[in-house]
């Protein structure tokens, strides 16, 4: 690790700054090898059996890899101990079911990464860095950028899509990019690049103090899509964005919110709204907004398709899209389509939303783009508890959800599932469109751009 993490022998105790989960405190605590042992006894007796998402077989690599680190305690800087439990609740293969270990992996990179069809690259950077934007990844340290997200699999939670939108924001992680065997320490990460000239050349990057200002980690709003949308230009301290320089770009670039909504044709037959929470960002309640956008733009336009647009959803609370998904699909003419926008960002009540409309509209609805963040079986409705010691957050899922066969019994599934969400449906895409770089440097939409040829066609 990197010197001045630690400040006296690692068997004696070590000072951490830990963030609380969910609040912008920070509490000093003190964590010793026993204490990490009691944390470990404490996930593996009291959180461990609240969560259902494990199977018997997960349950007995869980169990194996929490004595290992255990027998390892006296070795571990506060990092690795994260990281460790990161991964032991990652054995479940459950979105849901997650550990948040905040600040205690320390500062990131000055740069933030998006994986695009076509490679990962720097999308965003630190003022300082500016010359890096659109540059591919090619290698980071010893590995190639396929052997790092490889390897960083193992600490994050669910299936291979969710893990695709979770893997940027960590191979930015100096101490978890030490962790995975990339680099020997956090100080200096050497990395491969690649920019559009053709040149490959071997940067070396150091983390960087002070947080990006348009990455608001207290913020209500999912941050791993974020890395996509250019901040406002007027942000004291901005960090420069690949997209700088365009204009009139498509709606999914622009600022996030809850909900918002806009024709995309001059003869208003074509209605977007882009949802990119299944929660209020204000006062407001969320189905009072949608409930806005029915009767100001759908009920005096009669639009022939409408738009909806989930690929920034990361959840919420379905209760409040329920009406709105029931709605939709009969608003549109009996001619008319509906065009649900998913990918990887789509998670939890975002799935959710995206079946209901599915599970009303049939044939009539469309799903477009990628694959979502969870499939159409999955566990969640746990919350989050905190390890005495280290105040790690660990979540644990309990409730069932089940669109592909329907849930009928609350014996089995969550009960509002039961009561409301589709049965016997497929949330896979039935178009998939994928995002590649050299596209979305352009400012374009590809998904856009398809949902408008088809629309077109009707």
């Not at 999308?123 to 590995?143: M, N």
């Not at 669910?158 to 956090?186: K, M």
Request: contains cysteine; hydrophobic residues 40%.
């Amino acid at each position: 690790m990197s010197p001045g993490w630690l400040a006296i022998p690692r068997t004696a105790a070590v000072a951490l700054t830990l963030a609380v989960a969910g609040s912008a405190q920070a509490a000093d605590a003190i964590l010793t090898p026993a204490q990490m042992r009691e944390d470990l006894t404490f996930l593996k007796e009291k959180w461990a059996p609240l969560d259902k998402s494990f199977s018997d077989s997960q349950r007995v690599a869980f169990g194996r890899h929490l004595d290992e680190t255990a027998s390892a305690a006296e070795d571990l800087e506060p990092e690795e101990f994260a990281l460790e439990v990161m991964k032991a609740v990652a054995i479940a293969r459950n979105g849901h079911t997650n550990a948040n270990v905040g600040t205690l992996l320390g500062a990131d990179l000055p740069v933030r990464v998006w994986s695009f069809s076509d490679g990962l690259y720097i999308v965003k950077t630190h003022p300082d860095f500016e010359w890096l934007l659109g540059a591919r990844i090619d290698g980071i340290g010893s590995l190639t950028t396929q052997e790092a997200l490889d390897r960083v699999r193992a600490y994050l939670p669910g299936t291979d899509q969710r893990i695709r939108f979770l893997s940027p924001g960590y191979l930015v992680a100096p101490a978890v990019l030490e962790q995975i065997g990339a680099v020997d320490g956090t100080d200096h990460v050497p990395l491969t690049l690649k920019f559009a000239d053709g040149r490959t050349e071997i940067v070396e990057l150091g983390p960087k103090k002070g947080d990006d200002p348009g990455d608001d980690r207290k913020a209500s709003l999912n941050r791993g899509y974020s890395v996509l949308i250019p901040d406002d230009p007027d942000l004291p301290g901005r960090w420069r964005h690949v997209l700088d320089g365009h204009k009139d770009l498509p709606p999914i670039y622009g600022k996030r919110s809850d909900v918002q909504a806009r024709f995309l044709d001059y003869s208003k037959k074509v209605l977007y709204i882009r949802n990119d929470t299944a929660r209020s960002i204000d006062e407001t309640p969320l189905p009072d907004k949608f409930a806005g956008i029915i009767l100001d733009k759908i009920l005096p336009m009669q639009p022939k398709h409408i738009i909806v647009d989930l690929r920034l959803n990361n959840g919420g609370d379905f209760f409040n899209t329920i009406l709105f998904s029931r709605a939709i699909p009969r608003l549109v003419p009996r001619d008319g389509r509906v065009f649900v926008l998913v990918g990887r960002a789509t998670f939890s009540a975002g799935i959710t939303t995206a079946a209901m409309l599915k599970g009303e509209g049939g044939d009539k609805v469309t799903l477009i783009g990628e694959p979502m963040g969870d499939g159409g079986q999955f566990w969640s409705e746990g919350k989050y508890v905190k390890l005495p010691n280290s105040q790690i957050a660990v979540r644990y899922s309990h409730q069932f959800h089940d669109y592909e066969t329907g849930c009928f019994d609350v014996g089995d599934c969550y009960w509002a599932t039961v009561a409301f969400g589709p049965r016997g449906i497929s949330i896979a895409p039935e178009t998939t469109v994928e995002l590649s770089f050299r596209a979305y440097a352009q400012g374009r939409d590809p998904v856009q751009e398809k949902v408008l040829d088809l629309a077109g066609r009707h």
